[in-house]
């Protein structure tokens, strides 16, 4: 539990107290992997690299 309360410790910097933003996106991430149910391992690697390649890119 030694970073538990970086974020407070750290205000200026923004970090934010709940990782609810980032739960946001897997759970986004995941619902496109579910529609797309027939790729194999490989394929779905491919689709999440070029997924989290286009997010950066905003």
Do not use: C
Not at 15 to 24: F, G, H, M, S, V
């Amino acid at each position: 539990m030694k970073y538990l309360w970086t974020w407070y410790d750290f205000i200026e910097l923004g970090i934010p107290n709940t990782n609810n933003a980032l739960e946001d996106y897997f759970t986004h991430l995941r619902s496109k992997l579910k529609v797309h149910n027939g790729m194999n391992i490989r394929q779905r690697e491919i689709f999440i690299d070029k997924y989290l390649a286009k997010e950066y890119e905003r």
